[in-house]
């Protein structure tokens, strides 16, 4: 069981990885509009 | 730049490319399966030779469903749909190309060595040490080229799906990397640093989370760009896909040890899976309800449109699979699902129906866009719909059935408290006919697959002259010569290159750091651990060479997909099998050999329960011991000479991670085990055996079976 000090840590450096990622994408704006991205993403024609 | 010529810079040969993969290696994929299922409905599929023996095909087809199909389904999804939600081409040619080709032959290499028994022993992470290798490569270079062109994005907002995708590399990385920590002992053998309930938690953390960040995550990504794009309507609630990326990503890597409920591990880490697992039923069903949502007015599109069908199917499916998992974790429930043919059912249930159908939606939608044509027949996709559709309930209501019939059989005890069915082979008579029910299922699925080739065939040869076959070599939209390729790579100038080189160190100074760390200390522990509380109460005797010999012929063979070494803490598996196993069983065991389906009855005490020549019997031919057995023969193991030129260097290995073998006990080991052999060979003889039997595979494989719960001993 020794190697949960390796795997829980690991876990929550994860975890921690993506509350980073989650907090640089709230601060670089990622969050700020919900709405327009779903209706965006459609105005592409790709064929 | 207008919309035309943003759209020219597109690469779209690689995501061609990955398509036209991810259909062939459907087609293995599920040709290994139906023969993988034949071979449980009749012992003769297995053909007598060990390359085609149940285990060793079996892993072929997992890795071929997982790597194969789906590895290249997310990849030409993931290429396609980046490039339009970025409004950029992907960051480098070359790498992409370099992850194509790299991962194709790491497919090729997993078809050659599985079927020569070159395997890991670990589920889904077969593959020897040199292939390991080359996936973290390949795998890395395909997370650099997202990153990168994450970067050069011409769209400020990273939409939904590409956080998916950005998730799906980061863990895929991390467990690949942290299960793969093996010591080499040949060119193509290993032994993990980690042993018995170390390496079933890493194994485990790893193996769930395949399936969550390899057949979830990237396949989340890909529903919520193609359903709307499909449908041509915005996802229902593009807050709650986000809400959904980050729960899912926050409770996943937590629900790893469901798959060891009521085994030795401690019961607070089983309890924690278990928790896990049924918090991960709320965001998954929220995605799930998101998608069909979507659809929410347009079902008489659905009703029109195969593309919308599969895709709508797929979410569906995908909501069953992740209802089924939470239930199957709770413990109670997990005591008559676990080791069953219940869990065939439910992966089955996400890999055909989740996987299997969101791929072939995504390539209905696909092929005629990228070739600029139309579908050839629509209804030929409504046939293959249907009988997909139709062969996956064949599928599953066959292995449920099966699944719960078995366990229910296994488990009975009767009022005086004996086993009901005291004999394992009284339950598997029982659902042999379902196994060919399975099998009927899984053929329609593949008619179904094959009226997909045809389709598509066809839709290709309608593509305008200019758009001709696979590649596209000559298309003039999508033909981008060398000067244009480094161009569009060095094409923002110095400055901008220079603004993303920290990045980019940043990124992998953090996984050189983590590899790096995780080399140094994962061995560390695994061997400290071995002093730990858990094993004070008893004493553990290391193999012998010969046994340690055989052990790895039983990791050749795949013993472990059929048969269990885990007898769990409930009355009828101890009833039936003995006490129930603590930790120190499987002290030094690289890997642990627990195994996840009782196909077979559970080993884990099976040593001294028979005499030698019962087992080399039972080898040669399985129906002389148990007229109703469906197990292969194992006729070569009685011909083939047992190498013993590596078992030095194997035991070194092993003393190396701690298992407490003498410096003589290792530098004698081919004594030692040629002596071991000859004696029991020669006790075989006496006894009426066949003779000359002491330099054969099967003597050492006999004497690890004997081995199995001689072992240990309570201080």
């Known amino acids: 069981m020794g190697i949960l000090i390796v795997l829980v840590p690991l876990a929550l450096l994860l975890g921690f990885f993506f509350v980073g990622v989650f907090l640089w994408g709230v601060k670089s704006g990622q969050c700020d509009d919900l709405e327009s991205p779903k209706h965006r993403m459609l105005l592409e024609k790709d064929d | 730049m207008n919309e035309e010529s943003i759209k020219e810079q597109y690469d779209d040969k690689v995501v061609k490319y990955f398509l036209v993969a991810t259909i062939v290696w459907a087609g293995v994929a599920l040709l290994l399966g139906i023969y993988a299922a034949l071979e449980l409905a009749s012992y003769k599929f297995n053909l007598g030779l060990q390359w085609f023996t149940f285990g060793r095909i079996r892993p072929l087809h997992t890795n071929a469903a997982i790597f194969a199909f789906a590895g290249n389904t997310i990849f030409a999804g993931i290429y396609h749909s980046m490039q339009r939600l970025l409004k950029t081409r992907m960051w480098s040619d070359a790498v992409s190309w370099f992850h194509f080709w790299g991962w194709q032959l790491i497919i090729v290499s997993a078809a050659i060595t599985l079927p020569l028994g070159f395997t890991q022993g670990k589920e889904y992470h077969e593959l020897e040490w040199p292939i390991d290798i080359a996936i973290a490569v390949v795998w890395v270079a395909f997370g650099l080229n997202m990153i990168q062109t994450i970067r050069r994005r011409k769209e400020p907002h990273i939409y939904v799906a590409i956080w998916f995708y950005l998730a799906t590399f980061v863990t895929v990385a991390l467990l690949h990397i942290v299960n793969s920590i093996e010591i080499p002992v040949g060119y193509l053998k290993s032994y993990p640093v980690y042993a018995g309930v170390q390496d079933a938690l890493v194994q485990w953390w790893y193996g769930h989370n395949a399936v969550a960040f390899f057949l979830t995550t990237p396949f989340l990504g890909l529903m919520y760009y193609y359903i709307p794009k499909a449908v041509n309507k915005p996802v229902y609630s593009y807050r709650l896909s986000v809400v959904h990326f980050w729960s899912l990503v926050f409770i996943y890597i937590w629900a790893g040890p469901h798959h060891l409920l009521n085994t030795a591990l401690p019961e607070w880490a089983q309890t924690l899976g278990m928790v896990f697992s049924v918090m991960l039923w709320i965001p998954s069903w929220g995605g799930m309800i998101n998608g069909l949502m979507t659809l929410r007015g347009a079902w008489d599109k659905v009703k029109a449109d195969p593309v919308l069908k599969f895709l709508a199917t797929a979410t569906i499916f995908y909501g069953m699979a992740t209802f089924e998992g939470p239930l199957m974790s709770i413990k109670s429930v997990s005591e008559l699902a676990h080791y069953t043919d219940w869990v065939i059912a439910h992966v089955h249930g996400g890999a055909l129906g989740w996987n299997g159908f969101l791929s072939f939606g995504m390539i209905y939608y696909l092929v005629p866009k990228l070739w600029k044509t139309n579908l050839y027949s629509k209804s030929l996709a409504e046939t293959h719909f249907w009988l997909g559709t139709v062969g996956i309930v064949i599928y599953m209501l066959s292995m449920w ?72 070599s000559s298309n003039p939209v999508l033909n981008v010569s060398v000067g244009d390729l480094v161009k569009s790579s060095h094409g923002e100038g110095p400055h901008r290159v220079l603004e993303g080189m920290p990045i980019i160190l940043t990124v992998l100074a953090v996984v050189a750091v983590l590899v790096g760390s995780v080399i140094e200390i994962v061995p560390m522990i695994a061997a400290t651990d071995q002093s730990s509380v858990e094993y004070a109460n008893f004493k553990v005797k290391p193999l012998t060479s010969l046994q340690l010999a055989g052990r790895d012929l039983y990791i050749r063979e795949g013993c472990y997909l059929c048969h269990s070494q885990m007898i769990r803490t409930m009355v009828s598996d101890v009833l039936r099998y003995g006490p129930a196993n603590e930790m120190a069983d499987s002290r030094y065991d690289h890997p642990f050999q627990w195994g996840s389906k009782r196909t077979g009855p559970d080993l884990a005490r099976v040593g001294g329960k028979y005499p030698d020549l019962w087992h080399f019997r039972h080898m040669l031919n399985p129906r002389d011991i148990v007229t109703q057995s469906i197990m292969p023969e194992y006729k070569w193991l009685l011909e083939q000479k047992l190498d013993l030129s590596s078992i030095e260097r194997r035991m070194s290995a092993l003393q190396g991670l701690g298992v407490p073998y003498t410096d003589l006990e290792v530098s004698g080991s081919v004594e030692d085990a040629k002596k071991e052999a000859a004696a029991l060979a020669a006790a075989v003889e006496k006894d009426g055996g066949p003779q000359g039997m002491a330099d054969k595979e099967i003597t050492a494989l006999v004497a690890y079976l004997q081995s199995l719960g001689k072992q240990t001993e309570k201080k």
Do not use: C, E
């Not at chain 2, 408290?417 to 329609?444: C, E, K, N, S």
């Not at chain 2, 008619?447 to 045809?454: A, E, H, M, N, S």
């Not at chain 2, 309608?462 to 590649?471: E, S, T």
């Open chain 2, 401 to 472: 059935t099966a699944g719960i019939s078995q366990g229910m059989m296994l488990n009975a005890v009767d009022a005086s408290g004996h086993l009901v069915y005291p004999d394992f082979v009284q339950t598997v008579t029982r659902i042999v006919p379902l196994y060919w029910v399975r099998a009927f299922g899984g053929v329609m699925y593949f008619i179904g697959y094959l009226l997909l080739v045809y389709n598509v065939i066809k839709t290709i040869k309608l593509a305008p002259k200019a758009a001709p076959a696979v590649a596209g």
